[in-house]
């Protein structure tokens, strides 16, 4: 077992942390449920009252090789104390690891650009692209999400990640994307003919002036709920880029390094975008990003004319190469498909049941559980999740709330998952729906 619930939760040394976040923090950094973590093993999360509980968020979808994993750490230890931060010089741990994600990833992407962060990451492709086409409109979707800086948010779907900030970047567009649970056409996927792809020519022949450099979009939309498009949908519009020439760019900063049950999620349908976006789990903890990308692409740039005063540092490397080593050394990308089919199975069969689970999706180690007050109406119910969320971490286990209406739980525990933590989990889950009526 790992849960052990020692006091009330929150606890009181929590709650005195929590009041001193109050007087010196800004309410604007993210918060979900009122927790101080203290220290945390594998897929199991201490807070600072003693209280021990299972993590369905992986520190937020980047701890994908567990928490303090003994071989990540030790890594890191070694590095900090030999080298921690080199620019604009390379080294041995820039070169393999870069080395190492250029064999991981498709044959066309034979670059890598070393970042620190997924923003940087995203913003970094979106400008290759410009440069290189020489045009400056970029189409992302509804719902999208990929980052905070000016450039990452201009491209945001939605008005909560750029709300009253004035203008966004020129040339930004927006399309719908696949959410077939709400499908703003009012269609079902089963006969829609991906109505929203050619739906894009239409939004263009209102939108852009002529200048499309590229589309970025998210193999799943995590922020908005964790929504998946259909199958097939991705391998078209890589089609319709490529038939328009426009730069394909895809945001895998939450979804790849085995996430999806898959290495990176573009596996699923044969996928070879332009330019890749890589982060969160590729440090597991240490922050780290990437842009993969075609050499041709990154020829349009002089030598030095983008960096990053921290990107690809030795630390950062080191990490990042002992993630890979993790992963291939105790099989996490299989173990993400097995314990995720597991847990969507059964996660399924609790939304069968209950009248509140409109829709269970994901796959691998990444599942949304939407909330809804009815299934018929689907009026989203973001009430009725934070219930499920406070009742959760009561009984120890810990979830993380999403969606365009702040009505579904992330559960993605890190990839290191054994089946008994997991229907441990599971096993709260339940009597917490259960109770909930």
Known sequence: MLISIKTKIPGPKSLEYLKISDEYEPKCMTQQFPLVWDRASGVSVTDVDGNTFVDMTSGVLVTNVGHSH??????????????????????????????????????????????????????????????????FEIISFYGAFHGRTYGAMSMAGKMSTKKSFGPTMPGAIQVPYPYCYRCPFKMKKETCDFYCLEYIDYALSAQSTGEIAALIIEPYQGGSGFIFPPDGYLK?????????????????????????????????ENLKPNLLCLG?????????????????????????????????????????????????KENLVENSAKIGELMKNRLVNLAEKSSYIGDVRGKGLVMGIEFVNDKKSKEPSPEKTVEFINRCAEKGVIFGRVGWYGNVIRVAPPLVIKEDEANEALEVIQSVIEDMG
């Open 280 to 328: 969160k789990g590729i440090g597991s903890g240490i922050p780290t990003s990437a842009v993969m990308g075609e050499a041709r692409l990154f020829d349009s740039l002089a030598p030095g004319e983008m960096s990053s005063t921290t990107g690809g540092n030795p630390v950062s490397c080191a990490a990042g190469l002992a993630v890979l080593n993790i992963i291939e």
């Open 70 to 135: 003994p071989e990540h750490v030790e890594s890191i230890r070694e590095q900090v104390g030999r080298l921690m931060n080199c620019y604009d010089f390379p080294t041995p741990q820039r070169i393999e690891f870069s080395k190492k994600l250029v064999e991981k990833t498709p044959e066309n992407l034979d670059r890598a650009f070393l970042l620190t962060t997924g923003s940087e990451a995203t913003e970094s492709a979106m400008r290759i692209a410009k440069r290189f086409t020489g045009k």
């Open 236 to 268: 078209k519009l890589e089609e319709w880029c490529k038939s328009r020439d426009i730069i394909f760019i895809v945001d895998e900063v939450q979804a790849s390094f085995g996430r999806t049950g898959k290495f990176f999620a573009i596996e699923w």
